[in-house]
């Protein structure tokens, strides 16, 4: 799959182990807010899927509210 979707994307990669999920996570979204916007191509193989993995906590501020109402009605 990642030949398919690389020409297109500006980061793409396949987690191979668990441990490896929140270093890919931040590297795609490093690359897709760096130089010109792409889209991320991150595949999760389904034997990884099925497998339990501790959500880690994140000290991350909440997100500014954004009204693109506002914007759509001109």
Same mark, same amino acid.
């Given at each position: 799959?990642?030949?398919?979707?690389?020409?297109?994307? $500006?980061?793409? *990669?396949? !987690?191979?182990?668990?441990? %490896? &999920?929140?270093?890919?996570?931040?590297? +795609?979204?490093?690359?897709?807010?760096?130089?010109? $916007?792409?889209? *991320?191509? !991150?595949?999760?193989?389904? %034997? &990884?899927?099925?497998?339990?993995?501790? +959500?880690?906590?994140?000290?991350?501020?909440?997100?500014?509210?954004?009204?693109?109402?506002?914007?759509?009605?001109?």
């Amino acid at each position: 799959l990642e030949s398919v979707f690389k020409p297109c994307t $500006r980061y793409c *990669a396949t !987690l191979r182990r668990l441990d %490896d &999920l929140p270093r890919l996570i931040h590297e +795609a979204f490093t690359a897709i807010q760096t130089g010109r $916007r792409r889209p *991320a191509a !991150l595949f999760l193989p389904q %034997d &990884l899927m099925k497998q339990e993995y501790p +959500a880690p906590v994140l000290d991350v501020p909440p997100a500014e509210p954004n009204n693109h109402a506002s914007v759509l009605k001109g």
